[in-house]
């Protein structure tokens, strides 16, 4: 199958079910005056971010993306087309060749998609450059951000976790990219980085072809699971570096793992980075995932010999979609599969959770800290959201009726941000609540 984007609009996506949430994975000013800004917006502190609050890095506003390919981008593998990548003063990131491909599970369906990319040089080989700062790699995803009427969820969730954790635990990195298509501007994307092993990425150290260091995810094929819906899907080492020997190690680590978690065994925070379990489920409640614990989600052997955790995939968050009451911010996520409630009910885990949570609080996810942030991010933004909805009009964004209905930007980011306080202020109170839950 292929895709034509100038043709996609108007795909219907599937419709999910409770108990399979969906797997969701030009020439501009810059400003904060468009109608795609936050100062008409009532009630936003604009004391900036406090000194326990500072992000990893000051927003910036998008870089300019262009693509050109000889063929129509495939749903399966990639196709070779020119990209040129230059960011917001106009100076040139990147030029050459860019494997690209469609990117995600029902994401893969909507009709500004998600894209796989995979810069080359000129014999075809992988050509890794840090791009726009976030470190050097050759595979990148460029998210549409298609359901995510905000254009920020991913986002502020990487950013937030990699900042509350001091930088503990991993999240990718993204800045923003306007990109045209064949000459056609086709809107706002964040240029992420992929969940692998890299410098300046997820903190693996090299295999010894032993298996002892890896990445593996949550997916629907791979070394089977006895406490989450799917299975692990080995994404480090390589496909080509993955002998029998390398699956025989990841195996017998992941079932140790297991084993000590089904027993409710302490021994796990041994196997287990305890702060690293912690919050990664505070991040995933916080914003009310709809697709946490579910797929994606990634483990890694840390460079500290822990397995740790990493987020991805918070689309479908923040009050969206309506099913699986996720438009409740006063209860706890609907899908929370046994590896997670597990640990849960662990020793140390809950204690452990209520103190984070606090720390958190005291910290980052304040709420004049969060509302700066979040603010900071959209007015860094200037006017692009109001491009991007000139190209997908706000109003006319739907997941399969599963979401509310807003009619400008404004409203979208004054929703998402009633949500975090009323979800933020609810969990203050029913933290303790959890694992028991």
């Not at 494997?99 to 014999?123: C, I, N, T, W």
């Not at 209520?354 to 609080?361: K, L, P, V």
Request: aromatic share 10%; with cysteine; charged share 25%.
């Amino acid at each position: 199958m292929i895709l034509v984007l100038s043709a996609c609009i108007g795909v219907t996506v599937e419709r999910p079910t409770r108990d399979q949430p969906p797997d969701t994975d030009p020439a501009r000013e810059t400003g904060d005056t468009s109608e795609g800004g936050v100062e008409t917006l009532p009630g936003l502190s604009d004391t900036g971010l406090s000194d326990t609050a500072l992000p990893d890095r000051p927003p910036s506003p998008p870089a300019v993306a262009t693509l050109s390919c000889a063929e129509a981008i495939p749903t399966d593998g990639k196709t070779p087309c020119a990209f040129r990548l230059v960011d917001a003063h106009g100076v040139l990131v990147w030029e050459g060749t860019a494997g690209v491909g469609l990117h995600g599970r029902s994401s893969a369906g909507f009709p500004k998609p998600q894209l796989a990319l995979e810069l080359r040089d000129e014999a075809g080989a992988d050509a890794p450059a840090n791009l726009l700062g976030t470190g050097e790699e050759a595979d990148w995803l460029l998210n549409g951000m298609y359901v995510d009427r905000a254009l920020l969820r991913n986002k502020l969730a990487y950013d937030l976790y990699r900042d509350l954790t001091d930088d503990h635990d991993w999240a990718p990195e993204s800045e923003y990219v306007e990109v045209t298509y064949q000459g056609e501007y086709i809107g706002l994307f964040t240029l992420v980085e992929r969940i692998d092993r890299a410098d300046d990425r997820t903190p693996v150290p090299a295999d010894d072809g032993t298996g002892a260091a890896f990445i593996v995810k949550a997916s629907e094929a791979g070394i089977p699971s006895s406490l989450q819906y799917g299975l692990w899907e080995v994404v480090y080492p390589s496909a080509a570096a993955q002998t029998p020997e390398v699956i025989a190690g990841v195996t017998a680590r992941l079932a140790r793992m297991e084993s000590l978690l089904a027993a409710r065994d302490p021994a796990l925070w041994d196997q287990i980075d305890l702060d690293s379990a912690v919050a990664f489920v505070l991040i995933e409640e916080a914003f009310k995932n709809n697709d946490a614990f579910y797929l994606s989600h990634h483990v890694y052997v840390h460079d500290d010999g822990k397995l740790h955790f990493a987020p991805w995939d918070l689309d479908l968050s923040l009050g969206q979609p309506s099913y699986n009451d996720n438009e409740n911010p006063t209860t706890w996520l609907a899908y929370r599969p046994e590896i997670v409630l597990g640990m849960g009910r662990i020793p140390g885990f809950p204690a452990r959770m209520a103190s984070m949570w606090a720390e958190w609080r005291a910290g980052g996810l304040a709420d004049d800290a969060f509302d700066a942030r979040l603010t900071g991010v959209v007015r860094a933004l200037g006017d692009a959201p109001a491009r991007n909805f000139e190209r997908w009009p706000i109003g006319d964004i739907q997941f399969s009726g599963y979401l509310y209905a807003v009619s400008s930007y404004d409203e979208e980011i004054a929703r998402v941000l009633a949500f975090a306080h009323a979800r933020f202020a609810w969990m203050d109170e029913s933290v303790g609540t959890w694992s028991g839950a």
